[in-house]
């Protein structure tokens, strides 16, 4: 099942667009503004479809509930591909929105179910961050060929068409998962069944300061870093310029150039640091601190980064912006197996994709607001928005140290 799983990953992140998808937008008239808008309303989307598609996953069948989602996924590229106009864009956010909701917090709930099944629980952090790792090959993977096809083609549109068939294989990589996965109640699905869980999820993750604190963490650090990660994009745009090389190519393919070096460099060293997660819990002594050392380092990134762009200094904002992906790729892995240690394993599904559709509220708020300042000021308010953000997530987890009745968890 490490196989599949990991395949899982693997495929999930052959989405060629991504490296390209602001760009995209850009080519097609856009502003960050209208941009921001479009990010917003997938947000907005993935909150109404969230939680009651991790409900129907605990109930239904988590491996049919994956399968509805790569379906979604599949049929939003094709829009993408097709759309035209900022207006056409929004049918495309709407089923991308659903292919998300039914994805997050699902697939992990497998993966931890497998692993009590199997009787190693302990090793959460460890096989998460293996799996997530692969994930981060897939991507470093995709980015390469994701910049081929833009440098041949000179066209984002054929970065939506390419990313279907990979989601074809994930879906016939779930048929083959076993069915002790789907984790189904022996009662009929219905809706008041779906109604009963979805209630008992949200009512103990709001009574229950362990999971609030949690969830808070994850819309300051998530939420910003889902808002602000994509403006590497421009900035690597904007760095492909100004270079003196290559200077008989179109902007477009010195960008898809220097896209394709960043990015899979990037991926490599987010798949190390995903893979290595556990070492950092361990050497710090525990996930809840491991977290608190992460905030840390954002808060630093984050008030440099400002100060860089701020000073034009982009060399030294795209390293620091590594450095944050990086982090990302340490946090993800420790932060879901603090969760997985404090939710009931009968709804974990629910419980995680609440804390989904909290991280996409803060990207809802904050997406067209940083759009906008973009738009006026410039770059730097990235880094201003991710400070406040960071100050934020540190109190908070400061809070958690001091309640926690044992070293490692809240």
Request: charged share 15%.
């Amino acid at each position: 099942m490490l196989f599949r799983f990991s395949l899982y990953g693997f495929l999930k992140n052959q989405r060629y667009f991504e490296p390209f998808l602001i760009l995209a937008f850009r080519a097609k008239g856009l502003s960050f503004f209208q941009i921001g808008i479009l990010i917003a309303f997938r947000e907005v989307c993935i909150n109404l479809f969230e939680v009651p598609s991790g409900a129907v996953a605990d109930v239904c069948g988590r491996r049919r509930s994956m399968i509805i989602s790569f379906s979604a996924y599949i049929m939003s590229f094709s829009v993408f591909a097709l759309a035209t106009g900022w207006w056409l864009l929004f049918p495309a956010m709407l089923l991308f929105a659903l292919g998300e909701a039914f994805r997050t917090g699902t697939h992990k709930a497998m993966i931890f179910d497998w692993l009590s099944q199997e009787g190693r629980s302990e090793e959460r952090t460890r096989v998460y961050g293996f799996t997530r790792s692969w994930s981060k090959i897939g991507s470093a993977a995709s980015v390469i060929i994701a910049a081929a096809l833009v440098f041949i083609s000179g066209n984002y549109q054929y970065v939506f068409w390419l990313s279907i068939p990979p989601y074809l294989l994930n879906i016939i990589n779930f048929l083959g998962y076993p069915r002790s996965l789907d984790c189904r109640s022996p009662e009929s699905p219905s809706v008041p069944r779906v109604a009963r869980l979805l209630w008992r999820a949200v009512r103990d993750t709001a009574r229950r300061p362990v999971l609030r604190g949690l969830i808070l963490e994850s819309m300051l650090f998530e939420g910003t870093f889902k808002a602000t990660k994509d403006y590497i994009q421009p900035i690597l745009k904007q760095t492909a310029l100004a270079l003196p090389l290559l200077l008989a190519l179109s902007a477009d393919r010195r960008t898809a150039i220097l896209v394709g070096i960043v990015f899979f460099t990037l991926h490599l060293f987010e798949s190390a640091a995903s893979r290595r997660s556990y070492l950092l819990a361990e050497r710090t002594g525990g996930e809840l601190q491991a977290n608190r050392v992460i905030w840390i380092v954002a808060l630093l990134a984050y008030a440099f980064m400002a100060a860089a762009l701020w000073r034009d200094a982009i060399g030294a904002a795209l390293l620091i912006y590594v450095g944050l992906y990086v982090s990302q790729n340490f946090w993800r892995p420790i932060l879901i197996s603090r969760f997985s240690y404090h939710a009931e394993e009968e709804s974990m599904a629910t419980v995680l994709s609440i804390e989904s559709q909290a991280k996409t509220l803060a990207t809802m708020i904050i997406a067209p607001t940083l759009g906008l300042a973009v738009d006026h000021w410039g770059f730097w308010p990235v880094g201003l928005i991710g400070c406040a953000a960071a100050v934020a997530g540190t109190y908070v987890n400061t809070r958690a140290r001091s309640q926690a009745p044992q070293g490692g968890h809240d």
